[in-house]
């Protein structure tokens, strides 16, 4: 029986490694932090978000960064540094910002969506997930602008295959009740039947007893990756920390530290970190939260109410790889919060988050082999990680078996 190493313990690494258990390979999981999920999968924003998936860049986006640039409460933060591969990555993206490549990019992702979907509900039960506080209450996507709103209304109003509900002002509060006591006047908004949000982290921890408890599971390794050991072209081993590993094939599903691991196999990804933000709200009996999942689509502000508590997460900071909360950014989170949901939650008590999601130029992830025999990839979700895992895990496990993918691999490969 093969054995496929995964380097990264988030959820796309759990994911993966379960993914490879269920097609018949022996799996082992290297993580170089003490413990699993620690990275963007620790308190994201909870939503799987299946036909929300409109990729960053798009036409509007230059413009609307450099407005954002000069406003203190801006969903975007911008800071320059001496590195190549940030100005390289910057310029990619604004290759990317154009009408006719977002629409292709969101199509490849609405493919990914629906086929992760599929994956995530047979994942769930047959991995017998429970407690990862799994609600499927559907999606509202709320606009402020007129303009903005009537551009998206439209289109969906002249799509006859769209399932997107295009609601007023009026009908955005009959679908969630806790607007009405927001002082935002809005345009409308978008609302999706069957969009879910679910607990990423303890589905994470879940998963990895899960994957414990397999016959065919050989183990969690605690070690830093540090590049791969190649002979006649192929990948034999994995050099760590604590010596080198040896493997039939390996999977990088390491968030940004795919980039450098990867580098050692000559190949190279054009992922950079988009730094998000999130708190985490205890509701109590005296609260308003919303019931459904919430994206203020012009503050680019996620909320989901997760078991007894309101998950928001937000911002796209290209900061380099800096962890560290922003107290002026984590205040910006808060006046947008209290503005929109005065009184959702505790926000007194509220835990807070920062964190880095590895994103191409593009926003569709890298999916498959590479030019090294035994080296494939599963990197670059950025903001979707937790809604494509479970899409992307089967495909690169079907792809090592030797199968077809399930879904077009256009735009989504190395």
């Known amino acids: 029986m093969q054995h496929v190493m995964v380097i990264g313990g988030g ?40 036909r929300y998936v409109s990729p960053l860049a798009d036409s509007g986006v230059p413009l609307k960064a450099l407005r954002w640039l000069f406003e203190p409460d801006s969903p975007l933060h911008f800071r320059p540094q001496w590195s190549l ?116 982290y303890a589905l994470s921890l879940q998963l990895a007893e899960r994957l414990r408890a397999h016959s065919h599971f050989k183990g969690f390794v605690h070690a830093q990756g540090q590049g791969f050991v190649i002979t006649d072209g192929k990948a034999v081993a994995l050099r760590t920390d604590q010596g080198d590993l040896s493997a039939t094939a ?29 708190l985490t709200a205890p509701i109590g009996p005296e609260h308003k939260p919303p019931v459904v999942s919430v994206t203020d689509i012009e503050k680019k502000v996620l909320y989901a109410q997760i ?15 800096d962890t560290r909360i922003d107290p002026a950014r984590m205040a910006s989170l808060y006046r947008s919060v209290k503005a929109t949901f005065p009184d959702a939650a505790g926000y007194e008590a509220s835990k807070e988050w920062a964190g880095l999601r590895p994103a191409t130029p593009s926003g569709a992830p890298i999916l498959g082999a590479t030019p090294v025999a035994g080296v494939w990839l599963n990197v670059g979700h950025g ?18 078996a030797g199968r077809e993918s399930p879904i077009s691999m256009d735009g989504l490969s190395h």
């Not at 968030?255 to 998000?276: C, D, F, N």
Request: aromatic share 8%; proline share 3%.
């Open 85 to 200: 591969h940030q100005w390289m990555w910057l310029a990619s993206f604004l290759s990317n910002c154009r009408g006719s490549v977002n629409r292709r990019t969101t199509q490849r992702l609405l493919a990914l969506g629906a086929f992760s979907q599929t994956c995530f509900s047979d994942l769930y039960a047959h991995a017998n997930l429970d407690g990862v506080s799994l609600r499927t209450p559907g999606k509202l996507v709320i606009y402020r602008t007129a303009g903005e709103f009537a551009d998206v209304a439209t289109r969906l109003r002249n799509d006859p295959k769209t399932i997107e509900r295009v609601l007023s002002y009026q009908e955005c509060l009959s679908v969630e009740p806790a607007l009405a006591r927001s002082p935002v006047q809005l345009a409308g908004g978008i609302f999706t039947v069957g969009e879910a949000v679910a607990d990423c």
């Open 250 to 278: 390996f999977v990088i599903a390491a968030g940004l530290q795919s980039r450098a691991l990867a580098l050692t196999a000559g190949v190279r990804l054009p992922i950079y970190p988009l730094k998000g933000y999130s």
């Open 307 to 321: 078991g007894g508590e309101l998950r928001v997460a937000a911002m796209a900071d290209l900061v380099g790889e």
């Open 383 to 400: 903001a979707l990680g937790f809604t494509m895992s479970f899409g992307a895990a089967r495909i690169v496990a079907d792809l090592i």
């Open 11 to 50: 959820v796309v690494g759990l994911t993966t490694a379960w993914s490879l258990l269920e097609a018949g390979f022996e799996v082992s999981l290297v993580e170089r932090e003490a413990e699993l999920a620690q990275g963007a999968s620790r308190a994201n924003g909870g939503q799987l978000s299946y």
